[in-house]
C-alpha cells in the first residue's frame, strides 16, 4: 500500500482531509455572501490566533507576499532598521532596502540573540521602523517580539512582524506586545495549503500608510473592499484556498487556541528531549531574551553524519525532514512541529531519525524513549 509522505519540514505541513475537501467545492462569486461570511469568519478566527482586534486581511500570496505587503505599504521611503538571526530576518531587511529610504541590518550570527542594544542605539538616532522574524525557522530560534515592540513604542517607531512560523503555533499577543504589523502564512501552523497570507494593521500603521503604495497589495484597497457588507477583495482572490484557511480556521477553534499552542509546545518539547536523548546538539545559542522554537527545532549535524546520508535513511520511510539552508547547509537539520503534528508523527520520525544517525555511525542514544516521556507527559 502506498502512504503518503510525512512532512515533519518547517512548512508545508500536511493538510487534514476536512481542509483539502473545502478546496474541493464548485466555483462561488468572490462578490457575493458566501464567500464574504467565509472570509469574515476566517478574519475573526484568525484575530484570536494574533492575539488582536485590529483589522486583518488575506493576501492571495505566500508569507513572503506579506511580509512585502507591510514594508510595501507601511515603511515606503523611512528609515528601517532590520533585526536579522537567519535567512527570513535576511529576507525582511532585502525587502526593506526595495522600499526604504535607509535600511540599516543589525546581523547576527544565525540562530544566536538579536542585538538588542544596537536596535535601541538605531531607535534613539531616528529609525521609524524596525523589521524582526518572531520565530526564525531557518534557525529554531525565537525572538523577543515583547521587548523589541516595547523598544519600538517607547521610540514611536513602527514594529513590523513576521510571525509566518508562529501565529497559530505559539503564543502571539499582536496588541499587548506593540506589535503595529503582523503576518502569518497559510502553510504553516494553521495547516492550510500554501499560497495565502494574513496582515493585520494597527491604527498607529494606519495613520503612517505611504502615499505611493503597490498596486495589487495595496493595502487601503483591501481595507476598502474588506469594509462591504460582505467582506471582499480588491481582485479575484484565490477562493479555493480562502475556502480551505477557512476550514482550517474552524479546526482551530475547535481544538481551541490554548490547547493548540499547548500542544505545539509539547511536541517540540519531545523533539528537543529526543535530540538530548541521542546526544546531538540543539542549534541555536540562547540568551535571557531568546528561546528554542516551538515550532521547528534546528539540530548540529553530529561529526561524522552527512546530511545526504541522514535525510536520505529518514526519506526511505516515507518521512522528511528540513536540512539547513544556505550557509547551514549540511550543517544542521530541522524537525518542523506545525499545524495538526501529533504523538505519532512525533514518534515514527525520532524513530527514523535514531535509525539514520545510529546507520551513520553516530551513537545515538534513547531520543525515541525520552521523546515518549515528554509526550506521555
Ligand atoms: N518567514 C518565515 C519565518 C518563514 O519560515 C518563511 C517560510 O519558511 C517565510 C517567511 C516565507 O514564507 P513563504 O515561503 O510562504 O513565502
Known amino acids: 500500500m502506498e502512504h503518503e509522505p510525512l512532512l515533519m519540514i518547517p512548512g508545508p505541513v500536511p493538510v487534514p482531509q476536512r481542509v483539502r475537501a473545502a478546496m474541493t467545492q464548485q466555483a462561488i462569486n468572490h462578490r457575493g455572501p458566501e464567500f464574504g461570511a467565509a472570509y469574515a469568519d476566517t478574519v475573526r478566527i484568525l484575530k484570536t490566533l494574533f492575539g488582536t482586534e485590529n483589522e486583518l486581511y488575506i493576501i492571495s500570496g505566500s508569507g513572503t507576499a506579506g511580509m512585502e505587503a507591510g514594508v510595501a505599504n507601511f515603511a515606503r521611503d523611512r528609515s528601517i532598521v532590520s533585526l536579522v538571526n537567519g535567512k527570513f530576518g535576511d529576507r525582511f531587511a532585502k525587502i526593506g532596502e526595495r522600499y526604504g529610504s535607509s535600511v540599516t541590518v543589525l546581523e547576527s550570527d544565525w540562530g544566536t540573540p538579536l542585538d538588542l542594544e544596537g536596535l535601541e542605539r538605531e531607535l534613539e538616532a531616528g529609525a521609524e ?25 517607547k521610540h514611536d517607531a513602527l514594529f513590523i512582524m513576521d ?40 491604527e498607529r500603521a494606519w495613520d503612517r500608510i505611504a502615499e505611493k503604495r503597490p498596486f495589487y497589495q495595496d493595502m487601503a484597497a483591501y481595507r476598502k473592499s474588506g469594509s462591504k457588507a460582505a467582506m ?39 523533539v528537543r528531549a529526543a535530540a538530548k536523548g541521542w546526544g546531538v546538539d540543539l542549534f541555536p545559542e540562547l540568551d535571557a531574551h531568546h528561546a ?62 535514531q535509525y539514520a544517525l545510529q546507520k551513520s555511525g553516530f551513537a545515538a542514544g534513547e531520543g525515541v524513549e525520552a521523546a515518549a516521556e515528554v509526550l506521555l507527559g
Request: with cysteine; glycine share 12%; net charge neutral.
Open 129 to 153: 521602523v524596525v523589521t524582526m522574524v518572531h520565530n526564525e525557522t531557518s534557525a529554531g530560534i525565537k525572538n523577543p517580539a515583547p521587548e523589541v515592540g516595547k523598544l519600538a513604542r
Open 163 to 202: 510571525g509566518v512560523t508562529s501565529i497559530g503555533g505559539d503564543d502571539v499577543q499582536m496588541d499587548r506586545w506593540g506589535v503595529d504589523i503582523a503576518v502569518v502564512g497559510s502553510q504553516k501552523c494553521l495547516a492550510a495549503p500554501a499560497g495565502l497570507a494574513a496582515i493585520a494593521v494597527g
Open 232 to 270: 471582499e477583495t480588491p481582485y479575484t482572490p484565490a477562493v479555493p484556498l480562502f475556502l480551505a484557511l477557512h476550514e482550517a480556521c474552524k479546526m482551530i477553534e475547535e481544538e481551541g487556541v490554548p490547547a493548540r499552542i499547548a500542544r505545539h509546545r509539547r511536541m517540540a518539547d519531545a
Open 292 to 353: 528554542y522554537s516551538n515550532t521547528a527545532t534546528a539540530m548540529r549535524i553530529p561529526d561524522g553524519v552527512t546530511d545526504q546520508a541522514l535525510r536520505g535513511t529518514v526519506k526511505k520511510f516515507g518521512i522528511e525532514i528540513a536540512g539547513g539552508q544556505d550557509h547551514l547547509k549540511g550543517k544542521i537539520f530541522r524537525i518542523g512541529t506545525m499545524g495538526s503534528v501529533g504523538a505519532q508523527e512525533i514518534l515514527a520520525t525520532a524513530a527514523a531519525v
